[in-house]
């Protein structure tokens, strides 16, 4: 998984349809189907395959970290149960340490 030291962000702004400016059953099922894909992409499970596959190939973690490795580093465990208070999910108020990219 790459995790820049940097903040790199960039933002392609043209006019396009955009899910906020449609009725929120829409939406919903539209953010249902995107958070899937964002799981399938991170090799998480998901409920349902009813997510866009289109280019997937070109998305994902990369070849370098793995998410074991990513989570061993950010102590950010998105498979945790959740208990309301982001005990579990979020062990990361300690020191971190790099952990060297896998190949």
Not at 72 to 93: H, M, T, V, W, Y
Request: glycine share 4%.
């Amino acid at each position: 998984m790459y995790a820049p030291i940097r903040d790199v962000v960039y933002h392609y702004y043209e006019e396009r349809p955009v899910v906020w400016e449609r009725d929120w059953p829409q939406r919903y099922v539209i953010q249902q189907q995107s958070k899937r894909r964002i799981r399938a992409l991170l090799g998480l499970p998901v409920t349902s395959n009813d997510y866009d596959t289109t280019n997937m190939s070109q998305f994902g973690l990369g070849h370098l970290r793995s998410m074991a490795s990513f989570i061993e580093f950010s102590r950010i465990d998105p498979l945790a149960p959740k208990d309301g208070l982001n005990s579990q999910q979020f062990q990361n108020c300690g020191t971190l340490t790099y952990v060297e990219p896998t190949v």
